[in-house]
């Protein structure tokens, strides 16, 4: 007996979406559904031809449901490529299949963000994308197409004439775009070129820094170079070396020698060399005896609720105006029980809470909260280094009537009214 019409197409399988082709950027995920009356005898094939099952480890699931079997891709990699088949194996052998093609999605060679050129000679930009198919590159020049007197696309990059150095201020944009897909991937890459330059001196560099015996001092030598320059540092012509008192710190086109001033044998000559594969450049630094401000005298002029004026009379310098005072370095402790320890913790630096007295040397420390125990110490910043901490002077800030202080703005009040 002859199957009926109704019966030959219930045993017939369909794919839910139905496209034959499917293409996906490798990541994207991806479920397509065998449509089955019989479920538990329907079964996908990979590529391979082999009998899809699920494994704890695997990012492609088989899913058997009511109304078929689901095929989920999680997340697609490129040997997830090629034809997978639907087959129901009941008898009637009906199929179903589709093709995913896997693309790569576009990614730039990072490390030609940044090209070098020599001025004056023409130069070819380059823009590489890596693992994907054949993608066309299109090119702007600050965003504008580029001038064909200046600049021609060819299938390598970007063509430059004649590099100058208002080159160096543009923004070249590289963007790929994979026609061979049905969808729009496209993205940029911004290219800065730097022109090839030996190192040479950014600005007046400083030549004079001054140290404090017993203390670290840091001479910085930094040049405009391209390719970055290599540093090297010498004392009285010998070259140093990382070691117990001294430390190199270089990054790029910048190199900082920190000195520890254990004696006055570290003061003297050095001399900074930049060095990189076009030349050279040497500056000659002096590294000078400076000096410690003493600390200043502290006496308490008032004390409010919430603020303190303290006068502070400068010590006598060995050298003088050579060092000028530049301002104080305050400090203060809150709830501290007494001013005659001068010990390191718990100590707050006054920042955005303090001012200079207008009429004398000293200064107003203020935000402080009523009814609280504080001791306060400074010292005074020369042009060199901050100086010795002032023994801490201790103040309680009084306790403000809320009632009295309301009772004698309405009494202002009162008189601006009669006024």
Not at 239 to 250: M, P, T, V, W
Not at 313 to 339: E, N, V, W
Request: with cysteine; charged share 20%; aromatic share 8%.
């Amino acid at each position: 007996m002859m199957p009926s019409n109704a019966e030959q197409v219930s045993r017939e399988v369909v794919l839910l979406p139905s496209y034959t082709k499917v293409t996906k950027i490798v990541n994207d995920s991806y479920r397509v559904t065998c449509i089955s009356n019989y479920p538990n005898d329907t079964f996908w094939f990979n590529p391979n031809g082999q009998k899809l099952t699920n494994s704890p480890d695997s990012l492609l699931r088989v899913e058997v449901k009511s109304r078929g079997v689901d095929l989920h891709f999680i997340r697609i990699s490129h040997t997830d490529e090629g034809a997978y088949k639907c087959v129901l194996l009941n008898g009637s052998r009906s199929r179903v299949s589709f093709d995913l093609n896997v693309i790569h999605p576009i990614v730039y060679d990072k490390t030609l963000q940044t090209q070098i050129a020599s001025e004056g000679q023409p130069y070819l930009m380059k823009c590489v994308v890596l693992d994907n198919v054949s993608p066309r590159l299109l090119w702007s020049v600050d965003g504008q197409i580029p001038d064909k007197h200046e600049y021609r696309v060819t299938k390598d990059g970007l063509q430059i004439f004649n590099v100058s150095d208002s080159d160096t201020n543009k923004q070249f944009t590289c963007r790929a775009v994979n026609s061979l897909t049905p969808f729009s991937q496209s993205n940029m890459l911004n290219i800065t070129l730097k022109i090839r330059t030996e190192p040479r001196q950014i600005g007046n560099a400083k030549v004079r820094f001054y140290g404090i015996i017993g203390e670290w001092t840091n001479l910085t030598c930094s040049v405009k170079a391209v390719p970055d320059a290599k540093f090297e540092w010498f004392y009285r012509a010998r070259l140093l070396e990382n070691s117990r008192d001294i430390r190199i710190i270089s990054e790029e086109n910048k190199s900082t020698l920190q000195v520890f001033n254990d004696d006055e044998e570290k003061f003297g000559d050095y001399a900074c060399r930049a060095i990189n594969e076009l030349g050279h450049l040497v500056q000659n630094i002096q590294l000078l005896k400076g000096e410690k401000p003493l600390p200043p005298i502290l006496r308490i002029l008032s004390v409010a609720s919430d603020e303190v004026k303290i006068s502070a009379k400068h010590g006598i310098t060995q050298m003088g105006a050579s060092f000028p005072i530049l301002d104080y370095t305050i400090q203060y402790k809150p709830h501290c029980r007494t001013a005659t320890t001068n010990s390191e913790n718990y100590w707050v630096l006054a920042n955005g809470n303090s001012k200079p007295l207008e009429n004398e040397e000293g200064f107003v420390l203020s935000k402080l909260s009523q009814g609280t125990a504080y001791c306060i110490r400074a010292a005074l910043r020369n042009t060199v280094t901050v100086g010795y901490f002032s023994p801490p002077v201790k103040v309680i800030t009084p306790i403000v009537n809320v009632e009295q202080v309301q009772e004698q703005a309405s009494a202002r009040m009162s008189r601006s009214f009669i006024i």
